[in-house]
């Protein structure tokens, strides 16, 4: 079925390909650049003859242009990177090509339970089959699933509804140690809502860390914002010494901390986590107790790599990712290097986390991966 919305979506892409404005690409169309924002908007699709002066253009088949993914000449795939916060999904092809992408809201099984985590993946599964039902293989990489059975009770309910699609559930740091190279043997550190260390030896997974926000104490943007939460309450208290934390919070929440207290616990462990900016900001103002509060952290984070070194022959890299290593590696990466190895190399990747969910699905597939993938899928994530 024609979708004017996939259409748009498709020439932005081709659009941005070409390096092109909105404006330039109408020059070059002979239409007006209005005519350009409402074919992309999906909201008046171009004709005929447009549709094949656009197809010549961007020297693409038609097919591929509409979003006739049936007829694309390669095997489809979804890519799955599910976190705490959010949800990715990417419909792409055998050779890095983004077809389609999606965000959706957390699927931590943890967080939300098992179904409505398996909610949320079929609501983007669905949502990716309804523009290209020929997919031959889904992979998964969702945090929490490495908690327990929850990898196994979310795969035993995706497999019966997707009977004729390859399918594999696994945790989050799949994804993470499959942008490094040598994905059989590395760490990846994933610092976002929650914090914890995946590694690999010799192609076998192991975890230190990433308990869960119940048991673990430091690494995460949740502990940040936890411990901003207690030192605020500690100081009004007369428990704890004065901190710039109190003011940041007061004008963050809209009322003083004790006040706001019901409101963190309804809203619990995201909210709580969206509180940790404030310790980075109130550190950057000479604070004392945010500087202690980040350090504790980054020490915590520091201990899961010695340890890991000291437990497996997993190399001496770590890839690092997530939200606090996004935002403020900056600041936390010095202190994390100043209590592990000289020789630890910490590696950022230049893909998003779902990238390597897609890498392990074409592994998966027995579908090889190379340079020309990464580059191809690099290329359409970030619009060229």
């Known amino acids: 079925m024609f979708n004017p919305t996939i259409l748009g979506e498709n020439i932005k892409r081709q659009r941005r390909k070409k390096k092109l404005t909105q404006a330039q690409l109408a020059e070059k169309m002979f239409v007006t650049s209005q005519a350009i924002s409402g074919w992309e908007r999906g909201i008046t699709p171009p004709d005929l003859e447009n549709l094949c002066k656009l197809s010549a253009f961007f020297d693409v088949s038609l097919d591929s242009l509409v979003g006739n993914y049936d007829l694309v000449d390669e095997r489809l795939m979804i890519g799955i990177d599910g976190g705490g916060t ?6 792409f092809t055998e050779s890095g090509r983004i077809l389609r992408r999606l965000k959706l809201a957390q699927s931590n099984p943890n967080d939300i339970g098992i179904e409505k985590c ?6 983007g599964i669905d949502a990716l089959l309804d523009v290209a039902p020929k997919v ?45 190279t040598d994905a059989f043997n590395s760490m990846a550190l994933i610092c976002g809502t929650g914090s914890v260390l995946f590694v690999r030896e010799n192609g076998i997974m192991h975890r230190i860390g990433g308990w869960g926000y119940l048991f673990d104490e430091s690494g995460s943007a949740y ?27 007061k004008e963050e929440c809209k009322s003083d901390m004790w006040d706001s207290l019901n409101v963190v616990y309804s809203k619990g462990k995201p909210y709580i986590a969206s509180l940790a900016p404030v310790v980075f900001k109130a550190n950057e103002l000479g604070d004392a107790v945010a500087n202690r509060i980040l350090r504790k952290n980054a020490a ?11 437990k497996y022959n997993c190399g001496s890299h770590v890839v690092a990712c997530g939200g606090l290593m996004e935002h403020y590696k900056e600041v936390l990466l010095p202190m994390i290097k100043e209590s592990v190895p000289e020789n630890v190399a910490f590696l950022f990747p230049q893909v998003p ?27 359409d994530y970030t619009g060229g």
């Open 136 to 180: 031959c293989g889904i992979f998964a990489g969702i945090a929490g699933c490495v908690t327990g059975d929850n990898a196994q009770r979310v795969s035993a309910y995706l497999k019966p509804r997707y009977k004729s699609i390859k399918i594999a559930v696994d945790t989050d740091g799949v994804n993470v140690l499959a942008c490094n």
């Open 223 to 249: 502990d940040i914002g936890k411990d901003a939460v207690k030192a605020a309450l500690a100081q009004g208290d007369g428990l704890g010494e004065d901190t710039v934390i109190t003011d940041l919070l």
């Open 86 to 91: 959010k949800t990715e999904f990417v419909l």
């Open 300 to 310: 915590h984070l520091a201990n899961l790599i010695t340890t890991a070194m000291a």
């Open 118 to 123: 398996c909610a949320v993946l079929t609501e």
């Open 353 to 379: 986390p779902v990238y390597g969910a897609c890498v392990e699905c074409c592994r998966m597939m027995d579908i090889a991966v190379n340079e020309k993938f990464y580059d191809t899928f690099h290329e």
